[in-house]
Nanobody
Framework: QVQVVESGGRLVQPGGTLRLSCAAS????????MVWHRQAPGKQREWVGEVTSAGVTRYAGSVKGRFTIDIDRDRNTATLEMNSLSAEDTGVYYC???????????????WGQGTLVTVSS
């Protein structure tokens, strides 16, 4: 089994900066990719961006140039640094990890419970 835990969400003022973390633990052989999603109040969950084990990143158009995703392969963690935040960035941020596991053997994806980011003055 694999556990995924997000952290770092809090209230932040418009224009501010925030860094979220995602930590995966358990029977992990290697990380394939780590993906960030978010869900704003009353809206569907949306893809924010992702990083592969090789460090290749992709971002949604709404966050490109403002958000940066990094991966630490040794620690099975990823960070999401968010700059120039606005009220539209408010929501619960989820981490989804795709991993190669030993128990059970294979490649699977797991989700965390999410961390709440509120952008407000």
């Amino acid at each position: 089994q694999v556990q995924v835990v997000e952290s770092g969400g809090r209230l932040v003022q418009p224009g501010g900066t925030l860094r979220l973390s995602c930590a995966a633990s358990g029977s992990i052989i290697s990380i394939v990719r780590m993906v960030w999603h978010r869900q704003a109040p009353g809206k569907q969950r949306e893809w924010v961006g992702e990083v592969t084990s090789a460090g290749v990143t992709r971002y949604a158009g709404s966050v490109k140039g403002r958000f940066t995703i990094d991966i630490d392969r040794d620690r099975n963690t990823a960070t999401l640094e968010m700059n120039s935040l606005s009220a539209e960035d408010t929501g619960v941020y989820y981490c989804n990890v795709v991993v190669h596991t030993s128990v059970p053997p294979g490649i699977f994806d797991y989700w965390g419970q999410g961390t709440l980011v509120t952008v407000s003055s």
